[in-house]
């Protein structure tokens, strides 16, 4: 059993930053990519970063240029750096990781969520 748990999620104001991160622990034999995506209310889930395991990463269109996407392998950790928040940035935000665990089997992780929220 592998759970990934995020913290730093949050109320800032827009133009302002926020750093999430995500912590995989248990059963772990090996990790795969890693990333976050994104859910507004009344929107579908949407891919905001990923990264692989050698560190080639992915973004959004609409994050580009404003969040960066890191991991720490030898703390199965992802960060996600958000500068530059905008009001549509505003939305629960979950970690994903592709983890070969205890079972040799592939399987994607999903944490709990954090709920980032940008004013106006």
């Known amino acids: 059993q592998v759970q990934l748990v995020e913290s730093g999620g949050g109320l800032v104001q827009a133009g302002g930053s926020l750093r999430l991160s995500c912590a995989a622990s248990?059963?772990?034999?090996?990790?795969?990519?890693m990333g976050w995506y994104r859910q507004a209310p009344g929107k579908q889930r949407e891919l905001v970063a990923g990264i692989g395991s050698g560190g080639s990463a992915n973004y959004a269109d609409s994050v580009k240029g404003r969040f960066t996407i890191s991991r720490d392998n030898a703390k199965n950790t992802v960060y996600l750096q958000m500068n530059s928040l905008k009001p549509e940035d505003t939305a629960v935000y979950y970690c994903y990781a592709d983890v070969v665990g205890g079972d040799y089997r592939l399987q994607k992780s999903w944490g709990q969520g954090t709920q980032v929220t940008v004013s106006s």
């Open positions: 248990g059963n772990i034999l090996s990790m795969g990519a």
